[in-house]
Protein backbone atom coordinates (compact mmCIF):
# COMPACT_ATOMS: atom_id res chain seq x y z
CA UNK A 1 0.00 0.00 0.00
CA UNK A 2 1.16 3.57 -0.90
CA UNK A 3 2.25 5.55 1.94
CA UNK A 4 3.35 8.91 2.66
CA UNK A 5 6.81 8.75 4.89
CA UNK A 6 7.71 10.64 7.57
CA UNK A 7 11.52 10.38 8.46
CA UNK A 8 12.96 11.43 11.69
CA UNK A 9 15.63 14.44 11.81
CA UNK A 10 16.53 14.68 15.46
CA UNK A 11 13.77 16.12 17.54
CA UNK A 12 12.17 16.51 14.24
CA UNK A 13 9.94 14.78 12.02
CA UNK A 14 9.78 15.62 8.40
CA UNK A 15 7.17 15.06 5.70
CA UNK A 16 7.23 15.37 1.87
CA UNK A 17 3.85 15.03 0.34
CA UNK A 18 4.60 14.63 -3.03
CA UNK A 19 1.72 12.38 -4.36
CA UNK A 20 -1.92 13.30 -5.13
CA UNK A 21 -3.46 12.68 -2.11
CA UNK A 22 -6.96 10.68 -1.68
CA UNK A 23 -8.96 10.68 1.52
CA UNK A 24 -7.86 7.58 3.11
CA UNK A 25 -4.09 8.42 2.76
CA UNK A 26 -4.62 11.95 4.48
CA UNK A 27 -6.27 9.99 7.15
CA UNK A 28 -3.58 7.44 7.39
CA UNK A 29 -0.74 10.53 7.67
CA UNK A 30 -2.34 12.07 10.48
CA UNK A 31 -2.37 8.86 12.54
CA UNK A 32 1.27 8.32 11.36
CA UNK A 33 2.19 11.68 12.50
CA UNK A 34 1.14 11.60 16.27
CA UNK A 35 2.44 8.26 16.70
CA UNK A 36 5.63 8.96 15.48
CA UNK A 37 5.34 12.15 17.76
CA UNK A 38 5.13 10.14 20.62
CA UNK A 39 7.25 7.30 20.09
CA UNK A 40 10.33 9.63 18.82
CA UNK A 41 9.27 12.31 21.25
CA UNK A 42 9.71 15.01 18.39
CA UNK A 43 9.46 18.44 19.14
CA UNK A 44 8.65 19.55 15.67
CA UNK A 45 6.65 18.65 12.51
CA UNK A 46 7.94 19.62 9.02
CA UNK A 47 5.28 19.57 6.24
CA UNK A 48 6.67 20.59 2.85
CA UNK A 49 3.38 20.80 0.56
CA UNK A 50 5.36 22.39 -2.67
CA UNK A 51 4.54 19.39 -4.49
CA UNK A 52 1.17 19.52 -3.70
CA UNK A 53 -0.97 20.71 -6.99
CA UNK A 54 -4.31 21.54 -4.82
CA UNK A 55 -5.19 21.59 -1.49
CA UNK A 56 -8.99 21.43 -0.62
CA UNK A 57 -10.95 21.78 2.23
CA UNK A 58 -10.43 17.85 2.97
CA UNK A 59 -6.99 18.23 3.16
CA UNK A 60 -6.76 22.05 4.85
CA UNK A 61 -8.35 20.10 7.19
CA UNK A 62 -5.80 17.11 7.66
CA UNK A 63 -3.11 19.92 8.32
CA UNK A 64 -5.16 21.64 10.76
CA UNK A 65 -5.50 18.38 12.40
CA UNK A 66 -2.15 17.54 12.36
CA UNK A 67 -0.71 20.61 13.85
CA UNK A 68 -3.55 20.58 16.65
CA UNK A 69 -2.87 17.05 17.36
CA UNK A 70 1.26 17.78 17.30
CA UNK A 71 0.76 20.51 19.94
CA UNK A 72 -1.36 18.93 22.40
CA UNK A 73 1.76 16.24 22.43
CA UNK A 74 4.14 18.97 22.82
CA UNK A 75 5.22 19.37 19.04
CA UNK A 76 4.96 22.43 16.96
CA UNK A 77 4.44 22.01 13.12
CA UNK A 78 5.10 24.60 10.38
CA UNK A 79 3.24 23.75 6.71
CA UNK A 80 6.21 25.23 4.25
CA UNK A 81 5.99 25.23 0.15
CA UNK A 82 2.50 26.52 -0.97
CA UNK A 83 2.21 27.31 -4.42
CA UNK A 84 0.85 30.66 -4.98
CA UNK A 85 -2.26 29.18 -6.89
CA UNK A 86 -2.79 26.99 -4.27
CA UNK A 87 -2.82 29.42 -1.81
CA UNK A 88 -5.33 32.12 -4.03
CA UNK A 89 -7.61 29.05 -4.03
CA UNK A 90 -7.72 28.61 -0.17
CA UNK A 91 -8.20 31.86 0.62
CA UNK A 92 -11.21 32.05 -2.11
CA UNK A 93 -12.46 28.89 -0.39
CA UNK A 94 -12.65 30.55 2.56
CA UNK A 95 -10.02 28.44 4.64
CA UNK A 96 -7.38 30.11 6.28
CA UNK A 97 -5.79 27.43 8.13
CA UNK A 98 -6.08 28.68 11.27
CA UNK A 99 -3.85 27.47 14.15
CA UNK A 100 -1.49 26.15 11.16
CA UNK A 101 2.26 27.89 11.25
CA UNK A 102 3.35 28.39 7.63
CA UNK A 103 6.74 29.34 6.24
CA UNK A 104 7.87 29.97 2.30
CA UNK A 105 10.60 27.47 2.33
CA UNK A 106 12.26 24.39 3.95
CA UNK A 107 14.78 26.41 5.11
CA UNK A 108 12.80 28.99 6.64
CA UNK A 109 10.22 26.57 8.57
CA UNK A 110 13.79 24.56 9.76
CA UNK A 111 14.63 27.55 11.22
CA UNK A 112 11.35 28.44 12.85
CA UNK A 113 11.08 24.85 14.28
CA UNK A 114 15.04 24.89 15.45
CA UNK A 115 14.16 28.37 16.68
CA UNK A 116 11.56 26.93 18.82
CA UNK A 117 13.92 23.89 20.06
CA UNK A 118 17.13 25.82 21.02
CA UNK A 119 14.59 28.59 23.24
CA UNK A 120 13.11 25.61 24.89
CA UNK A 121 16.75 24.25 25.60
CA UNK A 122 17.39 27.71 27.29
CA UNK A 123 14.57 27.59 29.65
CA UNK A 124 12.39 30.36 27.72
CA UNK A 125 9.65 28.50 26.85
CA UNK A 126 6.51 28.92 24.57
CA UNK A 127 3.48 30.09 25.98
CA UNK A 128 1.61 27.38 24.70
CA UNK A 129 3.82 24.27 26.52
CA UNK A 130 3.39 26.36 29.73
CA UNK A 131 1.46 24.14 32.24
CA UNK B 1 -30.33 36.89 -26.16
CA UNK B 2 -28.60 34.22 -24.24
CA UNK B 3 -26.15 32.33 -27.26
CA UNK B 4 -26.36 28.57 -27.46
CA UNK B 5 -23.96 26.38 -25.77
CA UNK B 6 -22.48 23.71 -28.02
CA UNK B 7 -20.74 20.82 -26.59
CA UNK B 8 -17.27 19.86 -27.71
CA UNK B 9 -16.85 16.75 -25.83
CA UNK B 10 -17.86 15.11 -23.00
CA UNK B 11 -16.35 11.99 -20.45
CA UNK B 12 -18.26 10.91 -17.55
CA UNK B 13 -16.50 9.17 -14.35
CA UNK B 14 -17.87 7.34 -11.32
CA UNK B 15 -17.79 8.36 -8.22
CA UNK B 16 -17.74 5.17 -6.15
CA UNK B 17 -14.32 5.72 -3.72
CA UNK B 18 -11.94 8.12 -2.86
CA UNK B 19 -9.47 7.18 -5.71
CA UNK B 20 -12.45 8.37 -7.99
CA UNK B 21 -11.95 11.46 -6.52
CA UNK B 22 -8.23 11.68 -7.83
CA UNK B 23 -9.11 10.42 -11.17
CA UNK B 24 -12.16 13.20 -11.20
CA UNK B 25 -9.20 15.87 -9.98
CA UNK B 26 -6.84 14.33 -12.92
CA UNK B 27 -9.53 14.63 -15.33
CA UNK B 28 -10.43 18.26 -14.63
CA UNK B 29 -6.63 19.23 -14.62
CA UNK B 30 -5.72 17.44 -18.17
CA UNK B 31 -8.88 19.51 -19.53
CA UNK B 32 -8.40 22.65 -18.06
CA UNK B 33 -5.02 23.14 -19.62
CA UNK B 34 -5.74 21.38 -22.86
CA UNK B 35 -8.48 24.61 -22.78
CA UNK B 36 -5.28 26.73 -21.77
CA UNK B 37 -6.66 27.99 -18.75
CA UNK B 38 -4.14 30.23 -16.47
CA UNK B 39 -2.31 27.96 -13.29
CA UNK B 40 -4.81 29.85 -10.73
CA UNK B 41 -8.10 29.23 -12.84
CA UNK B 42 -6.69 25.54 -13.24
CA UNK B 43 -5.85 25.61 -9.49
CA UNK B 44 -9.58 26.62 -8.48
CA UNK B 45 -11.30 24.63 -10.93
CA UNK B 46 -9.70 21.88 -9.85
CA UNK B 47 -10.28 22.75 -6.14
CA UNK B 48 -13.81 23.17 -6.78
CA UNK B 49 -14.32 19.53 -8.64
CA UNK B 50 -12.77 17.94 -5.59
CA UNK B 51 -15.22 19.30 -2.93
CA UNK B 52 -17.92 18.41 -5.04
CA UNK B 53 -16.75 14.96 -5.93
CA UNK B 54 -16.27 14.56 -2.32
CA UNK B 55 -19.63 15.89 -1.44
CA UNK B 56 -21.01 13.39 -4.35
CA UNK B 57 -19.44 10.64 -2.42
CA UNK B 58 -19.42 11.32 0.88
CA UNK B 59 -23.67 12.70 0.80
CA UNK B 60 -24.76 11.15 -1.88
CA UNK B 61 -23.06 7.83 -1.19
CA UNK B 62 -21.55 7.92 -4.58
CA UNK B 63 -22.30 9.28 -8.15
CA UNK B 64 -20.76 10.65 -11.00
CA UNK B 65 -18.72 13.52 -12.66
CA UNK B 66 -19.37 14.50 -16.35
CA UNK B 67 -16.92 17.19 -18.02
CA UNK B 68 -17.52 19.03 -20.97
CA UNK B 69 -15.67 21.32 -23.09
CA UNK B 70 -18.08 24.00 -24.12
CA UNK B 71 -18.28 26.87 -26.66
CA UNK B 72 -20.85 29.66 -26.25
CA UNK B 73 -20.20 32.59 -29.08
CA UNK B 74 -16.49 33.22 -29.32
CA UNK B 75 -16.12 31.96 -25.85
CA UNK B 76 -15.15 28.32 -24.26
CA UNK B 77 -15.15 26.64 -20.49
CA UNK B 78 -15.54 23.33 -18.75
CA UNK B 79 -18.47 22.37 -16.96
CA UNK B 80 -18.88 20.21 -14.72
CA UNK B 81 -21.81 18.05 -13.82
CA UNK B 82 -22.23 15.99 -10.36
CA UNK B 83 -24.56 13.50 -9.81
CA UNK B 84 -25.82 11.11 -6.82
CA UNK B 85 -29.00 9.69 -6.01
CA UNK B 86 -28.44 10.27 -2.04
CA UNK B 87 -30.75 11.33 0.84
CA UNK B 88 -30.57 14.78 -1.31
CA UNK B 89 -30.14 18.22 0.59
CA UNK B 90 -33.80 19.87 2.60
CA UNK B 91 -32.13 22.97 2.59
CA UNK B 92 -30.11 24.04 -0.04
CA UNK B 93 -29.64 27.82 1.40
CA UNK B 94 -28.56 26.44 4.93
CA UNK B 95 -25.98 23.89 2.97
CA UNK B 96 -24.64 27.06 0.85
CA UNK B 97 -23.54 28.61 4.52
CA UNK B 98 -20.10 28.48 5.40
CA UNK B 99 -19.37 26.07 7.91
CA UNK B 100 -22.24 24.09 7.75
CA UNK B 101 -21.53 20.39 7.72
CA UNK B 102 -23.34 17.04 7.77
CA UNK B 103 -19.64 14.97 7.43
CA UNK B 104 -16.02 14.89 7.64
CA UNK B 105 -15.25 18.17 5.45
CA UNK B 106 -14.75 21.39 6.91
CA UNK B 107 -18.44 23.17 5.22
CA UNK B 108 -16.63 24.42 3.24
CA UNK B 109 -17.51 22.37 0.03
CA UNK B 110 -20.48 24.03 -1.32
CA UNK B 111 -20.38 27.28 -0.77
CA UNK B 112 -16.69 27.76 -1.34
CA UNK B 113 -16.62 25.65 -4.23
CA UNK B 114 -19.16 28.34 -5.68
CA UNK B 115 -16.51 30.96 -5.44
CA UNK B 116 -14.28 28.90 -7.27
CA UNK B 117 -16.21 29.24 -10.27
CA UNK B 118 -18.61 31.25 -12.63
CA UNK B 119 -21.44 29.84 -12.66
CA UNK B 120 -23.44 27.40 -10.14
CA UNK B 121 -26.39 25.62 -10.26
CA UNK B 122 -27.73 22.83 -7.65
CA UNK B 123 -30.77 20.92 -7.88
CA UNK B 124 -31.82 18.36 -5.24
CA UNK B 125 -35.09 16.62 -4.37
CA UNK B 126 -35.10 15.08 -0.91
CA UNK B 127 -34.80 11.14 -1.34
CA UNK B 128 -33.97 11.59 -5.21
CA UNK B 129 -30.82 12.76 -4.98
CA UNK B 130 -28.67 16.27 -5.95
CA UNK B 131 -27.56 17.62 -8.89
CA UNK B 132 -24.70 20.04 -8.92
CA UNK B 133 -23.68 21.69 -12.41
CA UNK B 134 -20.95 23.85 -12.34
CA UNK B 135 -19.23 26.35 -15.44
CA UNK B 136 -15.93 28.21 -15.69
CA UNK B 137 -15.38 30.40 -18.52
CA UNK B 138 -11.83 30.31 -20.10
Given at each position: MEKIPVLRMGPLLLITIQIDMHDKLALQLQDD??????????TGVLIDISSLEIVDSFIGRMLANIAAM??????DTVVVGMQPAV?????ELGMSLPGVRTALTVEA??????????????????EHRQA | MELTMN????????LKNSNDVVLARQKVRQ???ELRFSLVDQTKLVTAASELARNALDHGKGGSMT???ITSGAKSGLRLVFEDQGPGIPNIDLALKDGYTSASGMGLGLGGSKRLVNEFDIQSEVGKGTKVTVIRWK
Open positions: VTHRISEYGSSRVLGAAITLVGMELLLGAVAEDANGTDH | IVKRETQPWAIAEV
